[in-house]
């Protein structure tokens, strides 16, 4: 095993508060596109395939664009990278309020996916260069601001976008512009800091590298550990509200907000999972994250509407404290390369979350929505690839 040398600065609070913050708008704004499925599938008469068709052209973009995109930013680091991918989701949601078709919602939902695959890789790097080691709790504060966007997205949904129609999704491209003036600014520190590093110099911190094959059966486990995870997420994102109409026969604007306190509860597991990481190891927190949620999550499609509330909280609360760790973890198998690490874990994340919902979406239009419910959970099996994990930290 070789050991490869990485710069550790001060961390930089602030730093990771505006891009905590950025990533807030950009996911937020990202979920407005599901958030509106229920609406677009009675006014354009969707099925469920083709909803699964708007997800997947949002989100293979990122799937493609974010590890070239990483890559590119490791050899020649651009830092106003930040700043026009908030221009181009501003675009983005512009195009998905003016959309008045179902080929004009694929290319309003394709901007949106290019916008933040410029923006998931080159945030993490910035994240990380600005947490002075504590990388867990960068890494988790980051996550945790778009996935209370995320979260937020059904909310904002239920009390604007419904009432007011699919018009209404323009007024949140300001915020988008609030995030451009933000980015700027990180541009600058993101400047200033290379300046630092260059020409002052700082201690340093080592890390492990391990043999070409042992990464290459590494990265394919992390693989299937994002394909249980994002699948599961990426399906209740898209169809949650739709099984709760199908099952408990709840208003829209319950179905939502149902999918909020889901939401939420993912977005405050994010956050727990990357200090947890930094105390006690990343492999335990993934190992204790995926399995730990899995007996709740074969229980949930079988439960009355209050146990289902409850269990979905359990849920989202473990299985989502995998993903920070499983970020830093990659990050740290090859700390020279953390942009194309980060582009490919949250590029293959998206990818694969899309992919699955498409497909899903697609059984859901043969046999039902409660019944590819029932079967969801049996992915989250794969949390036992775990095992194989070399133990770095």
Known sequence: MTIQKTTLMPTS???ILAVSGSHLINDLIQF?????????????????????????????????LQPVMGLYGDLKPKPYTLAVSMMIVALGVVMLATADS????????????????????????????????????????????????TALGPLAAA?????????????????????????????QWFTNHQRIVKTAGTPEISLPQLPRMRLIISFAIIGALLLSKFVYVETYKSYYTFFLIEKFGLEIKYAQTLLFVFLGAVAV???????????????????????????????????????TVVL???VGLVLASAFSAIVVFAQELL???????????????????????????ALADQIGMQQVFSYLSVLLFLGLLTFYLPDID
């Open 335 to 361: 700390p020279q390369k953390v942009g194309m690490v980060s582009g490919f874990v949250f590029g293959f994340a998206f990818g694969i979350g899309a992919l699955g919902a498409a497909a899903l979406g």
């Open 102 to 149: 179902f080929m004009l919602l694929l290319v309003a939902a394709t901007v949106l996916g290019v916008g933040s695959a410029l923006f998931h890789p080159e945030a993490s790097r910035v994240c990380r260069m600005a947490s002075g080691g504590k990388r867990g709790f960068a890494q988790s504060s980051f996550q945790v601001g778009g996935n209370t966007g």
């Open 269 to 307: 597991g994010t956050f727990v999972g990357g200090p947890v990481g930094d105390r006690i190891g990343r492999r335990k927190v993934i190992w204790g994250s995926i399995l730990g949620a899995l007996p709740f999550a074969l229980m949930l499609p079988h439960a009355n509407l209050l146990g």
């Open 159 to 187: 009390l604007f976008v419904l009432p007011l129609g699919q018009v209404s999704t323009v007024w949140f491209g300001l915020f988008a512009v609030i995030g451009v003036i933000i980015l700027i600014w990180v541009a």
């Open 13 to 15: 609070y602030s730093v």
């Open 312 to 314: 979905s909280i359990i």
């Open 32 to 64: 407005l596109l599901p958030a509106l499925y229920p609406v677009l599938k009675s006014e354009y008469s969707l099925n469920y395939f083709q909803l699964g068709l708007l997800t997947l052209a949002q989100q293979i973009t990122a799937c493609i």
